[in-house]
């Protein structure tokens, strides 16, 4: 941003007629162009300080209006895309919201405020759609289907796939007003991967009175799900739990 900074200035001082359309080039392709809203309140473009404010409107319009359409572009996309993927584009998108709030905030502009608040509960809505929803029963089937072995690397790939979108969903959360669903969703996923797996772990060999080798398999994908949703502290401590009942 420093080096853009420099340049604009530059760019302002010999021919600010051009610093327009380089802005929307930039704004464009930024992951948070936010920022480069906000370093225009330091760079001297040329022109009145009037000229500078009506140019972060409209910049600010057309960058509120790029992430409604790749909001809508996300939302056509969804079937062909990984949750790891998803869950990426939903907090890159997120970025670029929050990074343009305050201008937007500062502008005291109604109908773009309106329209950021829209965009948000869009990207909200769709976490929940395509992330959040389901993600109990996919990745519990991953895990726990008798049809799939526990040493399936693809599988278990799934499975850490589905809980890590799952945990980036969490730290979206709080800013798309979705915090409720998802804290919901992972206390459910992880009642259900701990009673299963403790389900699991009852399945001993009649001969040696042992926990299958399966099981044990199945215990360890389970906990590096658990490290990924709750942390290590808490799969070291259903480790310690579910090694006793081994015993």
Excluded: C
């Excluded at 802005?23 to 473009?45: A, N």
């Excluded at 992430?67 to 584009?89: H, V």
């Excluded at 060999?205 to 490290?227: K, P, Y």
Aim: without cysteine; aromatic residues 2%.
């Amino acid at each position: 941003v420093d080096t853009i900074k420099t340049q604009l200035s530059e760019l302002g001082r010999e021919f600010p007629r051009l610093t327009t359309p380089v802005l929307l080039v930039l704004t464009s392709r930024m992951k948070r162009p936010g920022d480069l809203l906000k370093m225009l309140q330091e760079v001297r473009l040329g022109g009145t300080p009037q000229d500078k404010e009506g140019l972060t409107k409209d910049l600010s319009g057309i960058v509120v209006g790029n992430l409604l359409r790749q909001t809508s572009d996300m939302d056509r996309n969804s079937q062909s895309a990984s949750s790891e993927d998803l869950a990426a584009t939903a907090e890159r998108l997120t970025e670029g919201l929050n990074s343009v709030n305050d201008t937007v905030l500062n502008l005291k502009d109604r109908e773009m405020s309106r329209k950021v608040d829209g965009a948000r509960a869009e990207i909200g809505d769709f976490v929940k759609r395509t992330i959040v929803a389901d993600v109990d029963r996919t990745l519990i089937t991953s895990l726990f289907s008798p049809e799939i072995a526990a040493s399936a690397g693809d599988q278990v790939k799934k499975a850490e796939q589905l809980a890590l979108a799952l945990r980036k969903s969490a730290k979206l959360a709080p800013h798309l007003g979705i915090k409720r669903d998802v804290d919901s969703k992972i206390a459910e996923v992880r009642k259900q991967v701990e009673r299963e797996t403790e389900a699991a772990l009852r399945d001993r060999d009649q001969r040696t009175g042992l926990v299958s080798a399966e099981a044990q398999r199945r215990m360890f994908n389970s906990l590096r799900v658990i490290e990924i949703l709750a942390g290590s502290d808490e799969a070291e401590r259903l480790y310690r739990d579910w090694h006793k009942r081994m015993a």
